[in-house]
Every structure is written in structure tokens, then in C-alpha cells.
């Protein structure tokens, strides 16, 4: 709207020098149509000092949102990563940053995961943290997409996380129906899933190279949410606000 009553201000200054004379001979219509621009103008500024009242009132809420995707996706990654026995053994931030790296090399993630579902015992502990995964990510999402969903630059955050859970729920889908757990509640949400009707054969290779991009997914949407959440509400603010230089 605004860059609409931008050009038409602008024609309107042009057929003012080219054919003034028009305007001078229908004043009525020049009248509606410096109106209409006042109108287009004003309603385009006044939308978007609303949305940036909104945006500013939602941004702490939606920094919590945010860590709280950032926490599952990180569970995710972290926990292929330890069932893979890939995990790092540092504590505290160069564990993480280990971790990220470990993640985005594919051939070593590749091959530590297909010993991973060759091995029974482990890929039966597979089975289970990929349950709690796509459980954990379908609470997180069911309590807070339909809040960030409200405001359009947060919708955008959410469908990511949401291909994230889904990716998820559809190798706890098809794990669950394969090998069907002692949960009936699991058991009818295998039965019910459409990855049984899609998927012909759930493999060890198949399932090792899903694995690995699920990983990368969650880990590359664990960096890139944290530094959309720490924009949208900077560190300086909550030092400022608990008055700690933490």
C-alpha cells in the first residue's frame, strides 16, 4: 500500500507539469484523488506502526518459544549423536561446538549410524530415542505454533521445526509398525500413520542416510533459531533488565 500511494504521489507530480491544466479544469477529481493518496498512505503507515507494536510485544514470548525449539532440536541431533557413540566427552560450549561439527560431517555420521542399526541392542535404543524425539517435538509444537503462527515473520520459524518433528514422527511411524513397542498407545499411532502406506521397506542403509539428515536438519535449525531468538531480544537486554553481567 505505501508503495503504491509512493507511485501514486509521483504520477501525480508528473501529469502536474505535463498536463496541469487538467487538473485545474476538474477540481473535483483532483480533490478525490489527493484524498484516495492521503488515504492509501496513512493506512500503510498506521499497519505498519501497528505490526512493529506487535512485533515488540510478542518478541520476548517468541524468544521463549524459540529456545524452546532450539532445545528439542538440539535434543534430536545431540541424541543421534550419542546413540551413534559420537558424542563429545567436553563439557559446556566446546562440547557443543564439537557436536556441530561431528554432525555436519555426512561420511562419519553415515557410517557410525549404520553400525548403529546392524547392532540389535543398539538400534532397539534407536527405536526408543526416536519415540521420545518425535513425542517431545509433537508437545513443543502443539503448545506454541499456533501462538507464533499469529505473527507472519515468526511463520516461517515454525514450518522449519515443523518439517523437523515431521521427518521424526515418520521414522517413529515406521519403526513402531515394524517392530511394534509393548505401548498400545504407540502401537494405534503406528497403525494410523500414512508412512506405512508410502514407504514400501524400511532398510538398515535407508534408514542410517534418514538418520543422518534428520541430524543435520535439527542442528542446522538449532544455529540458525538461536540467532534469530538472540535478535529478536539481545543479551544486553536481559543484562539490563536482571542487572547481572551473566
Known amino acids: 500500500m505505501a508503495v503504491l ?133 509433537d508437545e513443543v509444537l502443539g503448545r506454541w505454533a499456533a501462538v507464533m503462527l499469529n505473527v507472519e515473520v515468526y511463520a516461517e520459524i515454525i514450518d522449519r521445526h515443523v518439517e523437523l518433528a515431521g521427518d521424526i514422527a515418520w521414522i517413529a511411524g515406521l519403526l513402531d509398525n515394524s517392530d511394534p513397542p509393548d505401548d498400545l498407545r504407540r502401537q494405534r499411532r503406528a497403525r494410523s500413520s500414512p508412512a506405512t502406506q508410502i514407504e514400501n521397506e524400511l532398510g538398515g542403509q535407508w534408514l542410517a542416510d534418514r538418520m543422518v539428515v534428520i541430524a543435520q536438519l535439527a542442528e542446522a535449525l538449532d544455529r540458525g533459531t538461536l540467532e534469530i531468538a538472540l535478535k529478536i531480544v539481545p543479551v544486553e537486554w536481559w543484562q539490563t533488565r536482571l542487572r547481572t553481567n551473566a
Not at 504520477?11 to 476538474?26: A, C, K, N, R, Y
Not at 557413540?85 to 559446556?92: A, E, K, M
Not at 562440547?95 to 557410517?111: E, F, H, N
Open 5 to 137: 500511494a509512493i507511485a501514486a504521489v509521483a504520477g501525480g507530480v508528473v501529469s502536474d507539469f505535463t498536463s496541469g491544466s487538467f487538473w485545474e479544469h476538474h477540481a473535483l477529481l483532483s480533490g478525490l484523488a489527493a484524498s484516495v493518496i492521503v488515504v492509501i498512505l496513512s493506512v500503510a503507515v498506521i499497519n505498519e506502526f501497528l505490526e512493529r507494536r506487535r512485533r515488540q510485544r510478542w518478541s520476548v514470548l517468541a524468544q521463549y518459544v524459540m529456545f524452546e525449539l532450539i532445545r528439542s532440536a538440539r535434543m534430536i541431533w545431540s541424541g543421534i549423536l550419542e546413540v551413534a557413540g559420537l558424542l563429545p566427552v567436553q563439557s559446556g560450549q566446546e562440547s557443543l561446538d564439537a557436536g556441530m561439527q561431528i554432525v555436519r560431517d555426512t561420511p562419519r555420521m553415515t557410517a557410525a549410524l549404520q553400525q548403529v542399526v546392524e547392532d540389535e541392542d543398539r538400534s532397539a535404543r534407536l527405536h526408543t530415542e526416536i519415540a521420545f524425539f518425535a513425542e517431545h517435538a
